[in-house]
């Protein structure tokens, strides 16, 4: 609110007249605004890409060939195919190499001993330009730091599209989620991944939020995501903080069993993607004329939508609960649960998080934990 609304709001006498004035900060179409200028990453050397490009090619016969995180990235919805697409890869144990071998500055340590590169053990997330590596993430299984990009890599956000003209952005945090994302909404969205939370875009992923009608910013639903969607609104203006329903990233949200398709979806407005195909859900049908606009009080089987009857099967003899608090709403199930029924766990997702009149009845529940006995209490289903 403006400072007028609020005051109204709170019923507060407005000053006879006014002291303070926050300055507005006007925002160029490419989101640009002073305080903030895009910048691009450092180009890589010569030297740097060519041992690049070997180690990520000896990486990606290395994850191949480990069915260990092979099994591990499909429980994050990475499939087989998207490994190789995108040339992911995995080291077995820490490696040292000279810094002059890799085109970089010699550095030194306190005891006057030049330092060596460290690529640590774990899974390599490589940046892919003109076919050749330009960065080298790799996630380590354990420690700190969680996530170390090679000395020498460009810093630019990870951009994947398929689309010349795309009217819809979705930006995370993670390079790894964004891969995950590229499998189910390639066709309709360009993914940006910034890298962190408090990563700003460079030239070319401002340029692609620039040309986008919406953008939806999906960080991670955790205190460092949270603080950055008020800069993202101010210089992107088309910014709408779209948090995946359940868990902390969308690689959680899969293993919880929500569609992110149609969670993307979800967040796009009404009529903007009509083809069926497209959304891969059957848009809703208009209401009827003086229908509710929410659902009837429990107690009157009359009035129990569909989809509400729907999950109450649905959620017969599982594990499944639904949590519902003040502060949100979400699905738990044990994960060997999931994994086993996954068709299963996917349809009570859909209906939770994407049938309006199920959200609406679940919300206004009066016990936080909801099962199966206790979704309608005087139905006898």
């Known amino acids: 609110m403006s400072y007028p609304e609020a005051c109204r709001a709170l019923d507060v006498d407005l000053p006879a007249k006014e002291q303070f004035r926050t300055p507005r900060v006007k925002a160029n179409q490419r989101g640009e605004a002073a305080g903030w200028q895009a910048a691009g990453g450092a180009d890589t ?19 191949l060939e480990n069915k260990t995180e092979m099994r591990r990235l499909l429980e994050r919805g990475i499939t087989k195919k998207l490994v190789t697409a995108h040339r992911l890869g995995w080291i077995p144990e820490d490696m040292w190499r000279h810094r002059q071998s890799w085109g970089l500055a010699e550095e030194l340590k306190k005891d006057g001993k030049a330092k060596r590169l460290w690529i640590p053990a774990g899974l390599v997330i490589p940046m892919i330009k003109n076919e ?31 689309n010349e003209k795309d009217r819809l952005a979705l930006v995370v945090e993670s390079e790894l989620d964004a891969v995950l994302l590229v499998r189910f909404v390639a066709d309709m969205a360009v993914v940006i991944a910034l890298g962190n939370s408090s990563r700003k875009p460079d030239p070319a ?10 953008i939806l910013l999906a960080v991670d639903y955790d205190a460092g995501g949270n603080n950055q969607v008020a800069w993202w609104r101010e210089h992107f203006p088309r910014t709408k903080h779209w948090p995946v329903p359940d868990g902390k990233d969308p690689g959680d949200a899969f293993k919880a069993g929500i569609d992110l398709r149609a969670w993307v979806v979800a967040g796009c407005p009404r009529g903007w993607l009509t083809s069926p195909s497209l959304l891969g859900v059957h848009p809703d049908p208009p209401p009827a004329a003086g229908a509710d606009e929410f659902p009837a009080p429990m107690g009157k ?14 959620l017969k003899n599982t594990p499944v609960v639904i949590e519902n608090t003040e502060k949100r709403t979400s699905i738990r199930a044990p994960q060997r649960w999931s994994d086993r029924n996954w068709e299963q766990s996917k349809l009570i997702s859909e209906l939770v998080y994407f049938d309006p009149e199920v959200f609406d009845w679940i919300v206004n529940h009066p016990d936080e934990k909801i099962l199966a006995d206790n ?3 005087t139905v006898n289903i």
């Open 45 to 63: 050397d010569e030297m740097w890409r060519e041992k690049a490009d070997k180690l990520v090619g000896w990486a990606s016969g290395q994850l």
């Open 132 to 162: 050749h590596a330009v960065r080298i993430r790799i996630r380590r299984p354990a420690g700190e730091p969680r996530y170390y990009a090679l000395p020498g890599s460009n810093m630019d956000c990870l951009v994947l599209s398929e």
């Open 205 to 214: 992923a401002a340029d692609k939020l620039a040309a986008a009608d919406l």
């Open 301 to 314: 089987a009359a009035a129990v939508p569909p989809g509400v009857l729907k999950l109450a099967e649905l």
């Open 375 to 377: 979704l309608i209490k």
